[in-house]
């Protein structure tokens, strides 16, 4: 996202198609808050609702997975890869990518290491593009890249097929990289592929996965999932610690993440969301102004109209311009996204291209 709202219109009445980040909590989550909101609990993670997330995420990922619970994705993503490379060393990424583009450099400055971003037309790695990081002799004065990182869904929207993913992953581990997704819309990917989180991580090849809540119902609250708790040796504490990431009221993370994977939860909201943008994207397919540019695939529809056109819209409804230059905005659903909403915002959208009146 390119344009940033000034405070003005940040506190205006204005509805939103901006992001999933602007949903409200699940009330299933706030009520997971709520309840555990009762007498003291041992600070730092030694409490019952640590414990039984913890469990639920190892009965969903494998025995032996590990998952450090977090406040939010930049810290998350910090500190998984932060663990995976020395500080000479280096995470191939897409130029998109959040990593790259919108975490303010956190990566490097917390790490030491470096960030190669890969141009790609759509935000998704492939092999093609990394085959000339592979086996080029490295001596003091280059970084050795160790590990990618790709973001699941992109932050185009797009999806990482599962034999294309795998495909991925093959290829780095033979090269000897980590794979590190940033799921902060993983269970919007999983959702959408029809595929359980394990099946779509970790089965296909994925070494640490930053699995995202808060932009799927949770008030606040991300997990850094080590599949194979080896590969940190010992240092993911630590990392937490130092990156400022552990909650001394951990309870209040964990519930949340114990809430949102009780009965599914998390692929009950997003299904949801992604049926949401679905249902926008058949309501306004029809409008000769609007041209959607990307595929449809979770909950994030891209599309360019007029600027003047947009001005008219977000008088109604605010949602951000992601290219001024064409220009194309984003529309994102979420959770709580109503149909009767997603109705608003694509007649807001037929009457926005109209021709203004005189």
């Known amino acids: 996202m390119r344009d940033i709202p000034v405070l003005g219109r940040i506190l205006a009445d204005v509805r939103t198609f901006a992001s999933d980040n602007t949903a409200p909590a699940a009330p299933e989550i706030l009520e997971a808050l709520v309840s555990a909101n009762h007498e003291d609990a041992v600070s730092y993670g030694d409490d019952p609702w640590t414990a039984r997330a913890n469990e639920q995420i190892r009965a969903i990922f494998g025995r032996e997975t590990e998952a450090l619970f977090a406040f939010n994705g930049t810290g998350a993503n910090v500190i998984a890869l932060s663990c995976l490379l020395k500080p000479y060393e280096a995470v191939l990424a897409p130029a998109s990518a959040h990593l790259q583009t919108d975490e303010c450099g956190a990566f490097e400055r917390f790490t030491g290491s470096k960030v190669l971003p890969v141009v790609t037309a759509d935000g998704k790695l492939r092999i093609e593009d990394l085959r000339p990081y592979v086996g080029e002799p490295h001596d ?6 160790r590990a990618i990182s790709i973001s699941q869904s992109t932050e185009y929207g797009g999806l990482y097929e599962p034999e294309e993913l795998r495909e991925l992953c093959n290829f780095a581990h033979k090269a000897g990289w980590y794979v590190h997704v940033d799921g902060a819309r993983i269970a919007n990917a999983a959702a959408a592929l029809g595929l359980g989180l394990r099946e779509g991580t970790r089965d296909l090849g994925v070494d640490v996965l930053t699995f995202g809540g808060t932009k799927n119902g949770l008030l606040f609250g991300e997990a850094i999932v080590f599949f ?7 240092a993911a504490k630590f990392a937490r610690k130092q990156g400022m990431q552990l909650a001394s009221k951990m309870r209040y993370i964990a519930a949340q993440f114990s809430a949102l994977l009780e009965d599914n939860r998390w692929h009950k909201y997003a ?4 049926a949401m943008a679905q249902r926008l994207q058949t ?6 102004a609007v041209r959607i540019t990307r595929p449809v695939r979770c909950n994030a529809i891209f599309a360019t109209l007029d600027s003047e056109a947009i001005a008219r819209i977000t008088q109604e409804f605010f949602f951000y311009t992601f290219d001024p230059t064409l220009p194309e905005v984003r529309w994102m659903t979420h959770h709580a996204t109503r149909p009767e909403d997603v109705d608003a915002f694509a007649d807001a959208i037929m009457r926005g291209v109209a021709a203004p009146a005189g």
């Open 271 to 274: 299904s949801h969301a992604n």
């Open 140 to 145: 003091e004065h280059h970084v050795v890249p």
């Open 228 to 234: 194979d708790p080896a590969l940190h040796r010992g």
């Open 283 to 288: 309501r306004v397919a029809g409008i000769p």
